[in-house]
């Protein structure tokens, strides 16, 4: 059975940075792509970044050049470094996995096979 635990969220002041993380387990993401949405109250959820197996990365404009993904293999991990934060970062932000054996990068949130129960992040101004 796959699980994927996210931590790591909490509340900064706009201008800060967090570090998510997400333990995958219950089977080898080899050839998955791992990525994470977010969901603010009142919206629909959101396709953040994604990173996969083959070492693409793909962001949302609206993150790029403020979030990183990496992940570690090894252990089954995924992080999402999130820089410059804005109060418009406050959501859910949920972790999930896509299998794509042929090393494709899942851009939609709607490709992923399996999500985490999500954690939040609160940006105050």
């Known amino acids: 059975q796959v699980q994927l635990v996210e931590s790591g969220g909490g509340l900064v002041q706009a201008g800060g940075s967090l570090r998510l993380s997400c333990a995958a387990s219950g089977r080898r993401f080899s050839d998955y792509g791992m990525g994470w949405s977010r969901q603010a109250p009142g919206k629909e959820r959101e396709f953040v970044i994604v990173?996969?197996?083959?070492?693409?990365?793909y962001s949302a404009d609206s993150v790029k050049g403020r979030f990183t993904i990496f992940r570690d293999n090894t252990e089954n991990m995924v992080y999402l470094q999130m820089n410059s934060l804005k109060p418009e970062d406050t959501a859910v932000y949920y972790c999930?996995?896509?299998?794509?054996?042929?090393?494709?990068?899942?851009?939609?949130?709607?490709?992923?096979?399996?999500w985490g129960q999500g954690t939040q992040v609160t940006v105050s101004s």
């Open positions: 999930g996995v896509a299998q794509t054996p042929w090393g494709g990068i899942p851009k939609t949130w709607g490709e992923y096979d399996y």
């Open positions: 990173v996969s197996w083959t070492g693409s990365k």
